[in-house]
């Protein structure tokens, strides 16, 4: 059985519908561990030391986070800034993270249909995310077709249900 690392990032992680309750169905998963990146670095001072020994125990790594301006949220970003260093995650000796599964699981507040050409945000989301496939490219992952929990802001929970079992069957997959 695979060791999955779940690094949520929210900007509210108490005021999250979706991601609350995602966090709380993975985390009953023997396998899985769910670091809240907002939680344990309010204030964005990264113990790299620590965040890198999490990456190299673990055999998958999960990226949940609420769309936020087309990216995540600053939390991740400065999480990858901090953490993805030059001779951990990429450079000559930089092997740490390589064949290491990269899963998303993303959150859009809009619907599928928002993201297409003729939709509101004009770009399909998978375009949209094309950053973190360049990471995961960057550092030798092996980047995963990403899961969408689309249509957030008017979810019925019954959907939401759905999506959470689907989150759910993707981490008992590894």
């Known amino acids: 059985?695979?060791?999955?690392?779940?690094?949520?990032?929210h900007r509210s992680p108490d005021e999250s519908r979706i991601n609350l309750q995602l966090i709380e169905?993975?985390?009953l998963l023997p396998n899985v561990t769910v670091h809240e990146?907002?939680?344990?670095?309010?204030?964005?001072?990264?113990?790299?030391?620590?965040?890198?020994?999490?990456?190299e125990s673990?055999?998958?790594?999960?990226?949940?986070?609420?769309?936020?301006?087309?990216?995540?949220?600053?939390i991740l970003s400065e999480w990858q800034d901090a953490v993805l260093t030059y001779g951990f995650a990429y450079g000559?000796?930089?092997d740490r993270l390589q064949g290491k599964p990269l899963q998303l699981v993303v959150s859009t507040g809009g619907k599928a249909q928002d993201y297409t050409p003729?939709?509101?945000?004009?770009?399909p989301a998978l375009d949209l995310l094309l950053p973190f496939r360049a990471m995961a490219?960057?550092?030798?992952?092996?980047?995963?077709?990403?899961?969408?929990?689309q249509g957030a802001n008017a979810m019925e929970e019954d959907t939401l249900q759905e999506?959470?079992?689907?989150?759910?069957?993707?981490?008992?997959?590894?």
């Open 137 to 149: 490219n960057m550092t030798g992952m092996d980047f995963l077709p990403p899961f969408l929990v």
């Open 1 to 9: 059985m695979s060791r999955i690392l779940v690094l949520t990032a």
């Open 25 to 27: 169905a993975v985390s």
């Open 58 to 74: 673990h055999d998958v790594i999960v990226m949940m986070f609420p769309f936020y301006w087309y990216s995540s949220p600053a």
């Open 118 to 123: 003729q939709g509101y945000n004009r770009y």
């Open 37 to 55: 990146l907002m939680r344990e670095y309010p204030d964005f001072q990264i113990d790299v030391a620590r965040e890198q020994q999490l990456l």
């Open 163 to 174: 999506y959470i079992q689907g989150v759910v069957r993707v981490m008992e997959g590894f």
């Open 92 to 94: 000559s000796r930089g």
